[in-house]
């Protein structure tokens, strides 16, 4: 009965509040304590900023980590210190936030698009090398909703056409790939602390690398272009002020108290929810099993097939399931390369070889991903009792039997 639906006024079938943030009274206290230091900024990066990375690489297994505004300036730093040139070419998947693709225009490089793998979501490894060509610099693996890369295949492909890997680990701060912390495989992994995030500040980010030369070069790059013993007004690089405050690292210290304990009670709700969907004809999970130890479930992802729905469009089918009570929304509703920044080439400033044509770019997995098939569920949806799971595949099965006849 499409009346009984939420959107049409019927009952929520989960009638409850997703909280994100969370956080109690040392969240507060710690951030209280910055306030009255008076110390807010941290032109040194020393003191409590250090010690924060320096936790965050030993919980990533990585020698050095690197605090900055945001994780699209994690990736920039990244690449820029890696020695890309203008004009380099650098692999990346279309299925990922826009900042993948605009960091590497910013820096005068060429996104070269290479489709995703239908059951993962994540880069196909099969498709890269035939993308490589002379202009290739690095490939820029995005770990998406928490899932990792097939690392392994991506770092030999690399090693052998002599590319930089850095991992965009933005949704995967705790996931693992074979009991490696993600970010900490490639020659960098980049972080994003941003609200939405697993671990957030409002805003932030982090590099993490073990290469101490590459560690150097982003260090001066977030610091105005300042090198190790050198002068205050003495700038080296072209770079920015792109550091972190004490009081975000404050936040971040507590909130990452909770990180190990959040990110094993999303995974093992992923799991559930993964077996309780597999039981539904037209909804598949994203598959799982290709190395990734841990998944972080920064979003859950699964795929529609709306000819189980009487034909119900994905877009349709995400509101009445939102309408339902369950935090979900139909994810990206195009790739990155359909964006009027491609399209278009309003590159602003930076400059792009003229050949370059993203009109002519196709990549149909990604498209189906985008026009038909994901439909996300968000990180704090992941938090809570297995019930809720239940409820989320109860909210499925009762929108499907509204649109049909079909009874599972
Ligand atoms: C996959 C991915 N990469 C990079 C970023 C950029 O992070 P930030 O928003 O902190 O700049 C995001 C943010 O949403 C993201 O989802």
Redesign the pocket.
Known sequence: MKSSLAINGGPKTIDKSFDWPIFDETDVSSVLEVVRSGKWGNPDCAGIVKSFEDDFAAFCGAKYALTCV??????RLALIASGVRPGDEVIIPPY??I??SSIVLEANCVPVFVDIDPDTYNLDPDKIEAAITKRTKAIIP?H?AGQSCEMDRIVEIARKHKLTVIE?A??GHGAEYKGRKLGSIGDAG?F???S??NLNSG???MVITNDEKLYDMMNSLRNVGRVKDGQWYEHHYLGCNYRITQLQVALLSTQMKRLAEQTARRHENGTYLNKLLSGIKGIRPLERGRGETIHSYHIYIFRYDKAYFNNLPKAEFAKMLAAEGVPCFMGYPQPLYKQPLFQKKNFMCYAIPEHVDYTKVHCPVTEKACYEEAVWILQHGMLGPKSDMEKYAEAILKIQKAFTSFHP
């Open positions: 945001n994780g699209s300036v994690a990736l990922t936030f900042a993948t995005v998406f965009d933005c949704h980049c994003s602390f941003q939405s995030k805003e932030g980010g």
